[in-house]
């Protein structure tokens, strides 16, 4: 980090009052504090790593009170650094500000396939930290655990089912797989179907497989009660709201089965508590439009039930299917698998969680494994004339929320020009949502006045502080 880094990131920090997901302040106005184990366990186990700042006082307006002796503050650190596994390199800058001596600790990232970082003399398990805003917060077990089956490969989606006997699965539709993996491959079809049932981990050590339930079971959920969907219809935009009846939901349903009878029980849940909107256009002509493209829906609820995690930790934890009145969100458990990155969704080949599933369901023609799930959502929410999905992995869990919201490009003129009119006054952010009529002031500042201050029309009242309560939008003078 060069010196005007290093004061540009002091004066980001004194503007803003605050730490960040990537940056942490310590005084060490006596020396390097005896316990940076947490804060190095969490920078190092995020992809953007972080930089710990020392000679700042938070408690008192991160005022600049100086590190008295550069070079054994930097001893220290490393001593400390040195106690980690894998071993931290920090690398250090220091800066003279208003004659005294700031000192930065960078934090490189941890390779994926060495995590998590832990304070040695902890152990792993309670050593383990992630960084969730400006704080260190102890790993849960599954979150270490997610690591170390990425790290080892760990396959959930083959462990027997110690319980079940091979009576649980339907002869039928495993008489009817067998009969296409067979086809066009002749080494596979010279064999008897018991070895190829072993072969292709639909059965191992003699018991049926997760897989095998999943797929070809009689009923999963005799075994595994909690591996279904929930899914719910909400009366209003938040999980708590309440109709004039005095009811929370409208609709509430445990979907159960197989993954093929899940998605079919799920998808006749969609249908029956979203609409299809009728649209006059301007010639007269209609246009249908549902709430949710089905395929976009029916691409999202099978990513959820092929690339969730179905570990022992999570076992307990079913898919949540929410339809509220403005958006669906479906919930997984288990985050993004290995190198993975929200960034990287759609555009780049992930590791698979479960390939065995995964394969399987290729050949039964149900999936294309081609990686090509995340475009067809974004290609038929654009087509359908809705906002781009919302893609989002935090706590071992990952996202996707859909907006029923309709895009036409005449009126989001429209609504553009009446918008700018409306800030020819300053707005807050909570005036800006309930304008536009959209209760989420997050999606409502991203969607409409993000685009417009990157156009150079809108700009921010306290532009040095864009997170204060305070901040207003108005236009930008000509």
């Known amino acids: 980090m060069t010196d005007k880094e290093l004061k540009n990131l002091v004066k980001k920090i004194q503007n803003f009052q605050a730490e960040f997901q990537t940056i942490e302040v310590k005084k060490a106005e006596g020396g390097a504090p005896e316990k940076l184990f947490d804060t190095l366990s969490s920078f190092s186990n995020q992809n953007d790593g972080g930089v710990i700042v ?93 690591y170390e089956a990425y790290r080892k490969k760990y396959q959930d989606d083959v462990r027997t089912v110690d319980r079940a006997e091979l009576f649980s699965l339907n ?72 109709a004039e009846d005095g009811s929370r939901f409208a609709d509430s349903k445990r979907i159960e089965g197989t993954i093929l009878e899940m998605i079919t029980g799920a998808m006749s849940f969609v249908k029956a508590n979203t609409r299809i909107r009728t ?37 307990g934890m079913p898919i949540q299917l929410l ?46 494994n081609r990686y090509s799930g995340i475009p067809t959502i974004r290609k038929e ?29 005449a009126a989001h003129t429209d609504k553009k020009t009446a918008l700018l009119e409306f800030l020819r006054t300053p707005r807050s952010k909570k005036e800006i949502a309930d304008y536009l009529g959209i209760n989420s002031v997050t999606y409502a500042i991203k969607t409409y006045i993000q685009p417009l201050a990157e156009e150079g029309v809108v700009e921010m009242t306290i532009p040095e502080a864009p997170g204060s309560r305070q901040q207003r939008y108005v236009v930008k003078k000509k």
Do not use: W
């Open 279 to 315: 649209i006059i256009g301007k010639d007269g002509e209609r246009t249908d439009i549902p709430d949710y493209p089905l395929g976009a829906v029916r691409e999202v609820l099978l990513n959820a039930l092929v690339h969730r995690d179905y570990s022992i930790h999570t076992e």
């Open 171 to 242: 002869t039928n539709t495993l008489n009817s797989y067998l009969l296409k993996l067979k086809e066009n491959r002749p080494n596979l079809a010279a064999l008897d179907d018991k070895q190829i049932t072993e072969l292709m981990s639909i059965v191992k050590d003699g018991k049926p497989t997760l897989s095998a339930e999943l797929l070809f079971g009689l009923y999963p959920q005799a075994f595994f009660p909690q591996l279904g969907i929930i899914a719910t219809a909400v009366q209003g935009t938040e999980m708590g709201d309440i």
């Open 381 to 409: 929410m654009s087509e359908g004339k809705h906002p781009a999905p919302e893609f989002s992995a935090i706590h071992g869990e990952f996202k996707v929320c859909l907006r029923n919201e309709v895009i036409e490009a």
């Open 54 to 146: 020392f000679g700042l006082y938070e408690k008192n307006g991160f005022e600049i009170t100086g590190v008295s002796d550069v070079q054994m503050l930097q001893k220290k650190v490393m001593e400390q650094c040195e106690q980690m596994e894998p071993c931290v390199r920090a690398v250090f800058s220091a800066v003279e500000i208003d004659g005294k001596n700031v000192v930065s600790a960078e934090i490189p990232p941890v390779d994926i396939a060495d995590r998590p970082c832990f304070n040695r003399a902890k152990g792993r398990i309670k050593g383990s930290y992630v960084r969730v805003g400006d704080a260190d917060i102890p790993m849960t077990e599954y979150e270490v655990y997610s």
């Open 323 to 368: 339809i509220f009145s403005d958006r669906m969100e479906i919930v997984n458990p288990g985050g993004l698998y290995g190198r993975l990155t929200i960034d990287m969704l759609g555009k780049a080949q992930p590791d698979t969680r479960n390939p065995v599933l995964a394969t399987a369901l290729e050949v039964m023609g149900v999936t294309e």
